[in-house]
């Protein structure tokens, strides 16, 4: 990869994560649908905030009992541990937000839109207020408000794009943020990575434990060309120090220095530096390898217990248990000694979370005839609502 054409194969890289997240949402949506029989992954699996989950889980709920590594848990894991190796890559190569904002930046400088305050440097000292943002999140979560917390991110609008619809009723305001959060990026080039976006506090916390730092050659003279184009705003450090944490290594700096064309800024490990292809096929390969190969390392065990005693009471029960966002209340009906029907009554759970739990855990139980059977990676809240509201309705009936 020569450096110039850095900007070209990020594009191509971001284009190609986008596509292929886009193709996943739409085959799961067509698979929660009845119309195909597979899926690739759910829309939970896609949540970056899985490992979160499951740790506030762990220390919150008694009951919690860890069965394995799901696909949205290690995506957290992958995205952590690529931004202590890397600093933010995933923010400039890999998330969908992200290269649906750098879309319209480049939609509103083909449209000749002038860009706010010098690519948003006026703006200084803005990019602080993410991270009370996500200690703000992080406390709803543990007490409960994960749920109202969800309906404000772009990220699960994005990922609802394709019911958009059918899920309006339910995500209005996320898909305003979202809509927002787009036609701001017209002005100023990734405002919500900069401002807003807890994932990138989070990154950007990790990142300064970073291996592979970006700083500059030995013989710049600190001219300010190569950052002149710089999507986040930020300005070159006194002195040879790593970059800020805000960084989303787009790696537009590293390019040929505009007044000398030795001079840039280059990647190091230690005192070595490391070209940007080098730099870019290794973070891709840590990200994928985490996200992909931890839940095949560590996967859960199928349960084996709460088979139902074979003399239930006839008649119909009904049952209550707290899911994700709120009450779900089910129905379900014993003829013959046996559970023949589950009726989900009344939910509060999240579209494109919910849709597979409900479509697959009844059906499982009553052949099974167990009301513990496996959750759904990425909607293990919901599987587990679901599955304690069955358990109080089949109560019941003993």
Request: glycine fraction near 10%; hydrophobic fraction near 45%.
């Amino acid at each position: 990869m020569k450096e110039e054409k850095t900007k070209n194969v990020r594009a191509s890289v971001q284009a190609f994560i986008f596509l292929s997240v886009s193709t996943v949402v739409v085959l799961y949506y067509m698979y929660t649908k009845g119309v195909i029989g597979f899926k690739i992954l759910g829309v939970g699996d896609l949540n970056p905030y899985g490992g979160w989950s499951a740790v506030r889980e762990y220390a919150t709920d008694s009951s919690y009992a860890f069965e394995g590594i799901s696909s949205s848990m290690a995506l957290t894991i992958a995205i952590l541990t690529s931004a202590i190796i890397g600093g933010r890559f995933f923010c400039g190569w890999i998330c969908p937000v992200g290269a649906a904002q750098d879309l319209f930046s480049w939609l509103g400088r083909w449209l000749k839109i002038p860009e706010y305050g010098d690519n948003g440097r006026k703006a200084a000292g803005l990019e602080l207020v993410k991270y009370p943002i996500l200690l703000v999140l992080l406390l709803m979560s543990v007490f409960g408000y994960g749920a109202v917390a969800a309906d404000f991110s772009p990220w699960r609008a994005l990922l609802s794009l394709p019911k958009l619809t059918a899920a309006w009723s339910e995500m209005e305001i996320g898909f305003v943020m979202l809509g927002v959060v787009l036609l701001a990026s017209v002005f100023v080039p990734r405002l919500f990575c900069r401002y807003l976006c807890p994932l990138g506090a989070a990154q950007a916390l990790f990142s300064s434990l970073g291996v592979i730092c970006l700083n500059r050659s030995r013989d710049c003279k600190g001219c300010k060309g190569c950052m002149v184009r710089c999507p986040t705003g930020l300005n070159l450090s006194s002195d040879n120090s790593d970059h800020s944490p805000e960084c989303t290594r787009c790696l537009d700096c590293t390019r040929e220095c505009r007044m000398e064309k030795r001079r840039r800024m280059e990647l190091t490990v230690g005192k070595y530096s490391i070209s940007s292809k080098g730099y870019v096929l290794f973070m891709l390969a840590v990200f994928f390898v985490v996200w992909i190969g931890l839940p095949h390392i560590w996967q859960g065990g199928a349960l084996n217990h709460g088979t139902l005693p074979g003399a239930l009471k006839d008649g119909i029960y009904d049952g209550e248990a707290r899911g994700f966002a709120g009450r779900i209340l089910t129905e379900v009906v014993v003829s013959e000694g046996r559970l023949t029907e589950i009726r989900i009554i009344e939910h509060h759970e999240s579209s494109g979370w919910y849709e597979e739990v409900f479509m697959l855990l009844p059906g499982e139980m009553i052949k099974k005839q167990r009301i513990y059977v496996d959750e759904i990676s990425g909607a293990t809240k919901t599987s587990k609502g679901l599955i304690k509201s069955v358990e109080n309705a089949v109560k019941k009936a003993f």
